[in-house]
């Protein structure tokens, strides 16, 4: 592989914007790819790819470049020969990257990787909490999966198309994929394509989605013809799923804090053809009320510590902090205990997170069946999705039903 400095330098810029101005990875890398008209889909994904492994591997490298944050541009410069070393990339003969110490780095690299830390890149404290709450054997296997890149996974919008017509659709467009076993809407691409430029994407027959996301809507359980309520529905990609399991009959009504993302999915909708969604924002404990005993089915896909879905959001790694684990588990808790008063008697209710930790699955679970709220409903099944088992994300979800 030939280097560019132009390409390399725009990587340069996306990890000062990341690491010393705390910007997320996505947006960063957006706003990057945006420099030059000219990049062709190789040099985007040099950037792209470039900037997230180096990201992934952020402590890792850093250790080995013997570098600290806040990073200089000399400092990051060194990550990225620790980076071009270690992926087998002949260093060119720029100021830069003059004398960048190949042996030493190897021999660093050998030493570091038998500590857990190191060689999966991840903080103290994630590495204590998470040996701590899954035993050491778990742990290890999860951040080793967790530290893959995480593969492209389509979900077939059966409201517009079979899912054999979908794949014969982009194979016209150029885009070769295959079917997933047990994963019945799931297709994966062979190989990593902006799916979003495809007319088939434009035309709606289907959405980017992991396959172990894909899992949620389908453990609901839902009806055509029901009233059926996702309360954390953010841009919607599980009530998108659930309103074709519902092949667009019923009400779905889809609740979220924050209307921009509302918006987002009233948008998806349309493109889906999806006309059984009714958007509204949680502004006040009215809109909860106003729900009290209605729902045959509740979703909620509650705010977590995304430690199971690390290997798409990398720079969760660094963003992350121990004390949000502590709040976000009182948030998780006030969801259970508030929004189960919107399902009916005889209703189904589904606590999932994108969260490999028991403390805030089925320990949540667990508090919230013990409680006042929680006495009315009965546990009828969990599943914890890990990913050094699937190779997808992690999750979890559980299924309790309201007593007749």
């Known amino acids: 592989m030939r280097l560019h400095r132009n390409l390399v330098f725009a990587v340069i810029d996306a990890l000062h914007m990341i690491f010393n101005e705390g910007e997320y990875a996505d947006k960063v890398i957006e706003k990057v790819l945006k420099y030059d008209k000219r990049w062709g889909s190789r040099d985007r994904g040099f950037i792209a790819e470039t900037t997230y492994d180096i990201v992934r591997w952020k402590r890792l490298y850093s250790e080995i470049a013997e570098v600290h944050e806040p990073y200089s541009r000399e400092h990051l410069f060194r990550l990225f020969g620790v980076w071009c070393v270690l992926s087998g990339v002949r260093i060119p003969d720029w100021k830069q990257l003059e004398g960048t110490p190949e042996r030493r780095i190897k021999g660093r690299f050998d030493e570091l990787s038998k500590i857990r830390k190191y060689r999966e890149s991840i903080p103290d404290w994630m590495d204590e909490l998470g040996e701590k709450a899954l035993g050491n054997e778990l742990w290890t296997k999860e951040m080793a999966a967790q530290n893959k890149k995480a593969e492209v996974i389509l979900r077939t919008n059966t409201l517009k198309v079979p899912k054999p017509q979908l794949k014969s659709f982009l194979a016209k467009e150029g885009i070769e994929t295959e079917p997933l076993k047990d994963y019945p809407d799931a297709l994966k691409l062979k190989e990593r394509q902006n799916v979003f430029v495809t007319q088939t994407f434009k035309d709606g027959l289907f959405e980017v989605q992991d396959a172990s996301s894909q899992l949620v809507a389908p453990f609901l359980e839902v009806e055509p013809g029901q009233r059926v309520i996702d309360a954390c529905a953010g841009a919607g990609g599980k009530t998108l799923h659930l309103a074709s399991q519902m092949k667009n009959k019923g009400q779905l009504i889809a609740l979220d804090i924050y209307e921009s993302k509302l918006k987002k999915l009233k948008k998806r909708a349309r493109r889906n053809g999806v006309h059984n969604v009714e958007t509204r924002v949680i502004d006040s ?31 969760s790694k660094w963003k992350l902090e121990h004390e949000f684990v502590d709040r976000i588990m009182g948030v998780q808790q006030d969801i259970l205990q508030n929004y189960s008063k919107m399902v009916k008697k005889g209703g189904q209710m589904v606590y999932a997170t994108c969260s490999i930790l028991p403390q805030e699955n089925s320990e949540q679970v667990k508090k919230f069946l013990e409680s006042e709220n929680g006495k009315d409903f009965e546990f009828v099944r969990e599943r914890n999705v890990f990913a050094s088992e699937t190779g997808y994300d992690g999750f979890y979800m559980a299924l309790m039903k309201k007593k007749a």
């Open 285 to 315: 404990n009215k809109v909860i009320k106003k729900l009290h005993n209605s729902a045959d089915r509740l979703l909620l896909d509650a705010p977590c510590s995304g430690l199971g879905v690390i290997k798409r959001n990398p720079d």
